[in-house]
């Protein structure tokens, strides 16, 4: 496996970042610490959770099965905070110096770790001043219990503000964003992109497969799946998600990757790993046949070809369906949706 270059840490990750979502939730603890084992054994060193996935049964998970499998130190260990882990308090959510350090012990403990390799703020929070949370992460680096820090759904001049706020006071900056990238959103080629070019910060984008979209599971003019995730009625990401235009786009991905002689999913998720400042692409497996296929993903190349057939189905830095969008970068109080 070919290890890339973390920003301008100087830390080596692989590739592929192992996402935790569904560890504790849909997939169960004992087949999450296979999957972790043979994503580990099959060279990745990178792995990212965050607190509220099953409000900390995620890390829970994760933690143990480090613990059982010995390989804490070759792990690249990254978790998020702002998402409710409570109902009942408003104060057990949100990016204040409060419940950054509040929720950093507690996903310490949670993640059976000393330090937390990559601290991130999981949305930004308009209703807090991003020096709040940047003097609460440079206290927890300074304090030793976290290693770097980053953010996820940052927009390119919400990262910027970041940065120069971090110049300013002398604190401990960003050095990644994970923001949602594939095939059918490539708004981030408009200025995120650039931006951590210009800035050396690496990218860490997740939904490869566009909420499975891109999985081929979905066909053309028929009805989700059951069991699938467009095919709960009360789903609200359907209604902007699941349309014509994102299906006929979908089949027409899968109809390039079909002619290469590759599942879509290995070339979808192929495509986001060739694109430009992209570091490792986040993959979210629930079982350990798809973790495989995540895998077998590092083996397709994308050609020049490739890249003006997916071109002429979604311009660069254009959209078919939405993720990457302003209203979705600020949860406020509809963070439940997430």
């Known amino acids: 496996m070919d290890y890339k270059d973390f920003g301008r840490t100087g830390v080596k990750v692989s590739p592929l970042c192992l996402g935790c979502m569904n560890f504790g939730a849909k997939t169960s603890p004992e087949d999450a610490y296979d999957i972790i084992d043979h994503a580990v ?55 204040s ?115 499975g979209l891109l999985s081929g599971k979905y066909t053309e003019g028929q009805n989700a799946p059951e069991g699938t995730r467009y095919a709960e009625t009360d789903n609200w990401r359907q209604d902007i998600r699941f349309n014509e235009a994102s299906l006929t786009a979908a089949q027409k991905v899968s109809d390039i990757a079909d002619a290469k002689g590759v599942p879509v999913a290995e070339f979808s998720t192929a495509w986001v790993l060739n694109q430009p400042a992209v570091t490792s692409p986040i993959i979210g497996p629930r079982t350990m046949d798809q973790l495989e296929a995540y895998l077998r993903a590092l083996e397709v190349e994308i050609t020049e070809e490739d890249q003006k057939a997916v071109d002429a189905i979604v311009a660069p830095g254009e959209h078919v369906t939405a993720y990457y969008q302003e209203e979705f970068s600020d949860f406020g109080p509809n963070y439940h949706r997430w």
């Not at 409570?86 to 959510?93: F, G, K, L, V």
């Open 41 to 95: 054994d099959a060279g990745i060193n990178f792995i990212d959770t965050a607190n509220v996935y099953s409000r900390g049964r995620s890390e829970e998970v994760l933690g143990e099965a480090l613990k059982r499998n010995g390989k804490r130190d070759r792990i690249i260990l990254a978790t998020k905070v702002n998402g409710a882990m409570a109902d009942d308090d408003p104060n057990m959510q949100g990016i």
């Open 97 to 211: 110096r409060r419940h950054i350090i509040e929720q950093c012990d507690a996903s310490l403990k949670r993640l059976k770790t000393d330090v937390i390799d990559l601290y991130q703020l999981h949305r930004p929070r308009s209703e807090t001043a991003i020096d709040e949370s940047l003097r609460a992460l440079d206290d927890l680096v300074r304090a030793g219990k976290v290693r770097y820090i980053g953010s996820s759904f940052f927009l390119s001049w919400k990262f910027v503000e970041s940065l120069w706020a971090s110049k300013d006071l002398g604190l401990n900056r960003f050095v990644s964003e994970q923001p949602p990238y594939t095939i059918l959103d490539r708004r981030i080629e408009r200025d995120l992109i650039p931006m951590a070019q210009s800035y050396g910060i690496a990218l860490m984008p997740f939904g490869p497969l566009a909420g």
